[in-house]
């Protein structure tokens, strides 16, 4: 009986996933929304946003996958799962919890080496989707992170909108000069096989090329001096 209980227990969290259909790795910086030092949208060298950017264009690159980020989160979109999944182990072992594992450790140690304010740590999931349906799981994160962007700002604003609709904190934000600073941002960077996509023209199935990056080092060039001030809290 133990056995078999501990075998299901086993199988819930060492799912096998599939090798032909795109894998998504989704991360989130574990309680970094509550470290009021830090400011999603302040792009610098060695910022947040600055070393999801870094992040986006080499995973991406590396593993011809798509990477959208925004706030405190990042997903990877790996259209042949298996170049990821030979990658990481020669014995190709494609269950969950490994795969996780093993990524999150070269996303740890890549993410830790360009972050200049202290170690991050992450949470993780791993799965399948089917393949028509990549266009949709963007459309789905880009919504909460457009979300958690316009929630982030009132709220380091000290200001309560409760369970408002999205159009009204963004009509708030916009009052207050932050949204029109951050439109390009709303619904997240999103990065394929090393070239920055326009998100939105992406959601509705267009494929718009808005920024090359021949290196690593281009993500620098972006924005060097762009900050958003916020009320002290």
């Known amino acids: ?64 996958a798509y990477a959208l980020f925004g706030t405190d989160e990042i997903s990877f979109i790996f259209p042949d799962p298996m170049i990821l999944i030979e990658d990481l182990d020669s014995s190709k072992v494609n269950h969950s919890n490994e795969i996780i594992a093993l990524f999150m450790q070269y996303f740890f140690d890549y993410f830790n080496s360009y972050y200049k304010n202290g170690k991050v740590f992450f949470h993780g999931k791993c799965f399948s989707i089917p393949d028509n349906k990549i266009n949709s799981y963007v459309k789905y994160r880009a919504s909460s992170i457009r979300n ?66 021949n290196s690593e080092n281009d993500t620098n060039k972006l924005n060097d001096d762009f900050e958003i001030e916020f009320l002290d809290l």
Request: charged share 30%; hydrophobic share 30%; glycine share 6%.
């Open 1 to 64: 009986m133990w056995n078999d209980y501990f075998y299901q227990l086993q199988k819930k969290y060492n799912m096998r996933v599939s090798t032909k259909q795109p894998l998504v790795i989704r991360l989130d910086g574990k309680d970094v929304t509550k470290d009021t030092t830090i400011n999603f949208m302040y792009k610098y060298n060695g910022s947040f946003f600055d070393t999801f950017e870094k992040c986006a264009w080499y995973f991406s690159n590396k593993y011809h």
């Open 148 to 213: 958690v962007i316009t929630t982030y700002i009132l709220k380091r604003n000290n200001i309560k909108m409760g369970k408002n609709k999205i159009e009204e904190r963004i009509k708030k934000c916009k009052e207050m000069g932050y949204y029109t600073q951050i439109e390009d941002i709303e619904f997240g960077t999103l990065y394929f096989n090393g070239e920055r996509l326009d998100v939105k023209e992406f959601i509705k199935g267009n494929t718009v090329v808005i920024s090359d990056k």
